[in-house]
Nanobody
């Protein structure tokens, strides 16, 4: 069973930056795509960013476009999310996900909390 373990969450001031990491127990190069989702209190989980197997294609939610960057290091089997210019509305639990094919993710991490303060 594939395991995904997120880290890097924490408390940051509005306008600040954080980098999330997701360590995979399988080769990140084997997944069709990998992605980040987030869920804020009282809200449904939402898509944040996705990166394809080759790493050449990334997709972003409109709310984070231009501020967040998804990347991966296949040598380290690790997915990243660089988050800049953080806003209050970015506060959420961030989840790493991986898919073996097109469609919904097959594997999920446990999540890492991101809190944005004034």
């Amino acid at each position: 069973q594939v395991q995904l373990v997120e880290s890097g969450g924490g408390l940051v001031q509005a306008g600040g930056s954080l980098r999330l990491s997701c360590a995979a127990s399988a080769r990140t190069s084997s997944f069709y795509n990998m992605a980040w989702f987030r869920q804020a209190p009282g809200k449904e989980r939402e898509f944040v960013a996705r990166i394809r197997r080759t790493g050449n294609t990334q997709d972003y939610a409109d709310s984070v476009k231009g501020r967040f960057t998804i990347s991966k290091d296949n040598a380290k089997n690790t997915l990243y999310l660089q988050m800049n210019s953080l806003k209050f509305e970015d506060a959420a639990i961030y989840y790493c996900a991986a898919a073996d094919g097109p469609g919904e993710p097959d594997y999920w991490g446990q999540g890492t909390q991101v809190t944005v303060s004034s």
